[in-house]
């Protein structure tokens, strides 16, 4: 009887020793993770309405080209290239622009996506289920730190891309291609290098706490700091220029030495401008804009322009900051132990 019992028990299947199904691969644990951290920012209502509000700029230079576009032919130069306009823009600074007015609304999706993905694992001891699953520590950072690099670029990248589409069908008569044959390319490197930096600091911050708030607060309040460092330096720039005197070399590194600073100085580095070109100033161009003449004024607008940083400061400073972000993160990513 005992043996009858033990036949038709539940417990006796070891059926389930036998699987041959098919086994994935331990090489991709970190993209699931990956994966699984775009699932819960996208399901958020918010981060649909920051990366559209993010292309505010785009849409606003889309509008003032086609303005100008059509303004050709009461111009009466509506001949190729023949919009005197039209001709002065040099387009990769419009990107740089565009993309420097953006800023705050990715340091916002970074926020909604990302800067409390690890600080909340740590309060809920998620870790202690992903860690205990075949997943490393390296495979779970690597893991979120893809899924929030692929969602802020993408967030980035998505409006260029419109203008760009745009500007290549309309304007091939006004150097839009010519100006920068490389530039669809160095875009996507734009997007990538400011992906990856919000993706480090991120992590980075977001592994030091325990509630997601106090992470984002943190994140947020690095965010601003710096950037009002970044102001003053600009400030102490301009004033310079009103005294009649050359800014300090210093200025140069200086003004990019905060989150937004370094970005935007990534994309004039990879850019390879200054971004003194802007048509919402009076759209100046090569040698023009001329020099605003006034009381004791005699000003270039360009002046107030500070120029690119150098690759021997941009690539190691960003290069440092990626990467140190990452090591916080892994430092403290460590499973709570039950006892």
Not at 80 to 86: K, V
Not at 115 to 140: E, F, H, M, Q
Request: with cysteine; net charge positive.
């Amino acid at each position: 009887m005992s043996e009858s019992v033990q036949s038709s028990s539940p417990i006796s299947d070891l059926s389930y020793r036998h699987y041959d199904g098919p086994l994935d691969s331990p090489v991709g644990r970190w993209w699931c993770i990956a994966k699984m951290t775009m699932k819960m920012a996208t399901k958020k209502r918010g981060f649909w309405g920051w990366s559209a509000f993010s292309a505010w700029w785009y849409i606003i230079m889309l509008a003032v080209l086609w303005f100008m576009d059509n303004l050709s032919g009461s111009l009466g130069t509506g001949g190729p290239g023949g919009n005197p306009l039209l001709q002065k823009i040099i387009w990769k600074d419009q990107f740089v622009h565009a993309f420097s007015y953006s800023q705050l609304i990715l340091m916002v999706v970074a926020l909604l996506v990302g800067v409390g993905s690890i600080a909340n694992d740590n309060r809920s001891n998620a870790l202690l289920v992903y860690l205990s699953k075949p997943c490393t520590r390296l495979d779970y950072v690597v893991g979120k730190w893809v899924g929030i690099f692929l969602l802020i670029t993408g967030v980035s990248l998505v409006p260029m891309l419109v203008f760009y589409a745009y500007g290549f069908m309309s304007f091939q008569d006004y150097g839009f291609w010519t100006q920068s044959p490389w530039l669809f390319l160095r875009l996507i490197l734009v997007s990538a290098a400011s992906g990856a930096i919000h993706a480090s600091l991120a992590i980075g911050v977001s592994s030091l706490f325990n509630q997601g708030r106090l992470a984002s607060a943190t994140y947020a309040g690095m965010y601003f700091f710096s950037n009002i460092f970044t102001l003053i330096i600009g400030g102490l720039n301009a004033s310079a220029v009103f005294g009649g005197s050359k800014p300090p070399e210093a200025f140069r590194i200086l003004y990019y030495c905060s989150i937004d600073g370094l970005q935007i100085g990534m994309a004039k580095f990879i850019l390879g401008t200054n971004a003194a070109n802007n048509f919402a100033n009076g759209g100046g161009g090569p040698g023009g804009g001329g020099r605003r003449r006034g009381g004791n004024f005699n000003i270039n607008p360009e002046d107030f322009v500070i120029h690119a940083p150098s690759a021997g400061f941009i690539l190691p400073t960003v290069a440092f900051i990626i990467v140190t972000g990452f090591l916080i993160a892994w430092s403290r990513v460590k499973a709570v132990e039950v006892v």
